[in-house]
Nanobody, 115 residues
Framework: QVQLVESGGGLVQAGGSLTLSCAAS????????MGWYRQAPGKQREWVAA???????IYADSVKGRFTISRDIAKNMVFLQMNSLKPEDTAVYYC?????????WGQGTQVTVSS
């Protein structure tokens, strides 16, 4: 069983930066791709970024050029560096496999961007 715990969210002004962390525990050796997702109030959860085992990174168009995903395989962690934040980035952010596995959703971490 895999457990994912997100942290690093907070309140930031537009244009600011935050770095989110995701700590994974359990049997994760089989995971090929990890990603970040977010859910804004009243909206469906959406995929944001992914990093594949070989290191390839892909991003949703809405965050491309502003967000950077990375991972530390030795520490079983995934990160999301978020720069030039916008109010529309306000959401609860989650990490999970790509594609997401329902049993792995954690509590997420709240990111609020004020204008």
């Amino acid at each position: 069983q895999v457990q994912l715990v997100e942290s690093g969210g907070g309140l930031v002004q537009a244009g600011g930066s935050l770095t989110l962390s995701c700590a994974a525990s359990g049997t994760i050796f089989r995971i090929n791709a990890m990603g970040w997702y977010r859910q804004a109030p009243g909206k469906q959860r959406e995929w944001v970024a992914a990093i594949i085992r070989g290191g390839t990174k892909i991003y949703a168009d809405s965050v491309k050029g502003r967000f950077t995903i990375s991972r530390d395989i030795a520490k079983n962690m995934v990160f999301l560096q978020m720069n030039s934040l916008k109010p529309e980035d306000t959401a609860v952010y989650y990490c999970n496999e790509v594609p997401a596995y329902d049993d792995y959703w954690g509590q997420g971490t709240q990111v609020t961007v004020s204008s």
